[in-house]
Nanobody, 120 residues
Framework: QVQPVESGGGLAQPGGSLRLSCTAS????????MIWYRQPPGKQRELVAG???????NYADSVKGRFTISRDNTKNAVYLQMNSLKPEDTAVYYC??????????????WGQGTQVTVSS
């Protein structure tokens, strides 16, 4: 199973927390940059947070200070800890496993997504 598999979505109240998990095949995980994207209702998909194979992280401005991305190469898993959730965080969250070499994309696998709804 090369395709990433997300879990952990659901309903949260504003100000609450959720933790998303994504697992991918061990044959690719340690070499992959792992990225979380989201697609809010009626909007385009956007990058949320990413972590390189070396462990460097980056975040969208809208989630900085609230979300934390991490990875555990021993479990072939990447996590997205989401705190202080807002209604505008409501979206389908997708996990992406990607490896590039310069301009060349070696592989680019997407999960099927997990729904996160933030509502009171």
């Amino acid at each position: 199973q090369v395709q990433p598999v997300e879990s952990g979505g659901g309903l949260a109240q504003p100000g609450g927390s959720l933790r998303l998990s994504c697992t991918a095949s061990g044959s690719i995980f340690s070499s992959s940059d792992m990225i979380w994207y989201r697609q809010p209702p009626g909007k385009q998909r956007e990058l949320v947070a990413g972590i390189t194979s070396a462990g460097s992280t980056n975040y969208a401005d809208s989630v900085k200070g609230r979300f934390t991305i991490s990875r555990d190469n021993t479990k072939n898993a990447v996590y997205l800890q989401m705190n202080s959730l807002k209604p505008e965080d409501t979206a389908v969250y997708y996990c992406n496993a990607k490896r590039t070499m310069g301009w060349m994309v070696i592989y680019d696998y997407w999960g099927q997504g997990t729904q996160v709804t933030v509502s009171s």
